[in-house]
């Protein structure tokens, strides 16, 4: 098979989300033996790569980085997709797409006929609209697009049994053969670490304190300001306990400015300083409120032996909670508070959770499992 990949935006400084899944999943596909090219949207820094190391070539097109992209699409951005398209599939020749957004999508489909096309369901455009606050009349035309989308795909996959069932609520009606293919994590990169303090005097974090982390992106729905208000009640307990909140986004400024005692906010983490942090942390929280697709963090966490604690929120309990529904609670502080209690059991959890990511999140298990369902189907 040769399997082109198409993605909204797939920024060259720090990819996440869809596009880390889908560099994450092209490589494994290639390793497999099918050639994979990814078509996505960047800035105009953001040149064409021919691949390298195994990761995907990535062929692109403008495309906004943040904001007013549905307007953007509708006054001729869909043109520039699918001559880019056109461009790519006349050298390339592929023999499957696989769709990870909309806009795009809906651009690519009309010039690809002929083509069958898969959807790789992160979550529903119009949800993360709401779970932002928008209303009906901006959810409205995002919807009536990624069904269309879906509509004109053979086929489905979600990342979770929780984003299986909001497809099917989203677009009832839409009979799509489905199936389950988890994120997962680089289990090289995101190597094992038994004992978290090796690795903190470089990146400058207390040996003789706790460590606890969490990774997001800075918006209301992640529930940093709640993770926060939590650190003030388990600091009554643990004082001298370190929190560290890594990530970018607009509640940024609001966040620095109502830190309490012990915190730190660390910005955006490279891939390879992220994998040093996730190591160096007695405890990983995901304080997710609304709309929790899989969380890839979740994989690269226990990869790196380090405990997950989580909100029961979306995907979170069918993630974590395989692992040990212990470490799903909608009361943070008393959960984080109880882990940081009991050091003995945090460590005795590490090996554990090693071998949980070995046997669950390995990109090489679920691109298998993606290429075969794929070839049965076709």
Request: with cysteine.
């Given at each position: 098979?040769?399997?082109?990949?198409?993605?909204?935006?797939?920024?060259?400084?720090?990819?996440?989300?869809?596009?880390?899944?889908?560099?994450?999943?092209?490589?494994?596909?290639?390793?497999?033996?099918?050639?994979?090219?990814?078509?996505?949207?960047?800035?105009?820094?953001d040149a064409e790569t021919e691949g390298a190391d195994g990761w995907p070539a990535i062929s692109r097109f403008p495309f906004p980085a943040s904001g007013g992209r549905l307007r953007w699409l509708l006054s001729g951005g869909r043109g520039g997709i699918r001559r880019a398209y056109e461009t790519l599939a006349a050298s390339f020749r592929p023999t499957h797409l696989l769709i990870h957004q909309p806009l795009s999508g809906r651009a690519v489909l009309p010039a690809a006929?002929?083509?069958?096309?898969?959807?790789?369901?992160?979550?529903?455009?119009?949800?993360?609209?709401?779970?932002?606050?928008?209303?009906?009349?901006?959810?409205?035309?995002?919807?009536w697009i990624e069904r269309r989308v879906l509509a004109g795909c053979v086929r489905a996959a979600a990342l979770?049994?929780?984003?299986?069932?909001?497809?099917?609520?989203?677009?009832?009606?839409?009979?799509?053969?489905?199936?389950?293919?988890?994120?997962?994590?680089?289990?090289?990169?995101?190597?094992?670490?038994?004992?978290?303090?090796q690795g903190r005097e470089a990146l400058g974090l207390p040996l003789d304190a706790p460590v606890?982390?969490?990774?997001?992106?800075?918006?209301?729905?992640?529930?940093?300001?709640?993770?926060?208000?939590?650190?003030?009640?388990?600091?009554?307990?643990?004082?001298?306990?370190?929190?560290?909140v890594a990530g970018?986004?607009?509640?940024?400024?609001a966040l620095k400015a109502s830190l309490?005692?012990?915190a730190r906010l660390l910005g955006y983490l490279p891939e390879e300083a992220l994998a040093r942090h996730l190591a160096a942390a007695d405890l990983f929280v995901l304080p997710s409120q609304r709309l929790e697709g899989f969380g890839m963090v979740i994989a690269e966490a226990m990869a790196c032996g380090t405990p997950v604690l989580g909100t029961p929120v979306g995907a979170i309990p069918e993630v974590i909670g395989a692992f040990d529904p212990s470490l799903v609670s909608g009361d943070l502080a008393s959960a984080i508070s109880a882990l940081l209690d009991d050091p003995a059991r945090l460590t005795t959890m590490r090996p554990a959770c090693r071998a949980h990511a070995e046997k669950h999140?390995?990109?090489?298990?679920?691109?298998?499992?993606?290429?075969?369902?794929?070839?049965?189907a076709s």
């Open positions: 098979m040769r399997l082109l990949m198409v993605c909204d935006y797939l920024g060259s400084a720090n990819p996440s989300g869809a596009g880390r899944y889908a560099l994450e999943m092209g490589r494994a596909l290639q390793k497999l033996g099918h050639p994979v090219r990814i078509l996505a949207g960047g800035a105009p820094e006929q002929g083509i069958p096309a898969t959807y790789l369901f992160h979550s529903s455009w119009g949800a993360e609209l709401e779970a932002e606050g928008a209303g009906p009349w901006q959810r409205w035309p995002r919807d979770s049994r929780y984003m299986e069932g909001e497809l099917r609520r989203r677009h009832p009606g839409l009979d799509l053969p489905l199936k389950l293919v988890p994120g997962g994590a680089d289990l090289e990169r995101f190597r094992y670490t038994a004992d978290p303090r606890v982390l969490t990774v997001r992106r800075l918006v209301p729905r992640m529930g940093l300001e709640a993770l926060l208000e939590a650190w003030r009640v388990v600091l009554a307990r643990h004082p001298r306990a370190c929190l560290l970018r986004g607009p509640l940024e400024a309490p005692p012990g999140f390995s990109w090489e298990k679920a691109a298998a499992s993606l290429a075969d369902w794929i070839a049965s």
